[in-house]
């Protein structure tokens, strides 16, 4: 199986900046997209960010120019670089990652246990 561990949340004014970093570790062949989502109270889970193995992204209308998702291939880490904040982005932030564990297999979708990130005004 594929572990991801999220780190990087906290508290934070509104305005100011914060690093998400999610680690994938176990047996993986591959990890192809990854991707930041986000869960606050009385809503749904949505799409922050995601980047794929080649380097694309696509973010969120709502943290476009503010966000920034990285990542390094060769640690299988990926970030969030996230600026700007605002009281509505407080949430659970939750790493994905679409991973292949095995030379021929196919893609599985893991996830972390999530990061509170909380912004005050």
């Known amino acids: 199986q594929v572990q991801l561990v999220e780190s990087g949340g906290g508290l934070v004014q509104a305005g100011g900046s914060l690093r998400l970093s999610c680690a994938a570790s176990g047996s993986i062949f591959s990890i192809n997209a990854m991707g930041w989502y986000r869960q606050a109270p009385g809503k749904q889970r949505e799409l922050v960010a995601a980047?794929?193995?080649?380097?694309?992204?696509n973010y969120a209308d709502s943290v476009k120019g503010r966000f920034t998702i990285s990542r390094d291939n060769a640690k299988n880490t990926v970030y969030l670089q996230m600026n700007s904040l605002k009281p509505e982005d407080t949430a659970v932030y939750y790493c994905n990652a679409g991973a292949v564990v095995a030379r021929g297999g196919y893609g599985m979708d893991y996830w972390g246990k999530g990061t509170l990130v909380t912004v005050s005004s």
């Open positions: 980047i794929t193995s080649g380097g694309s992204t």
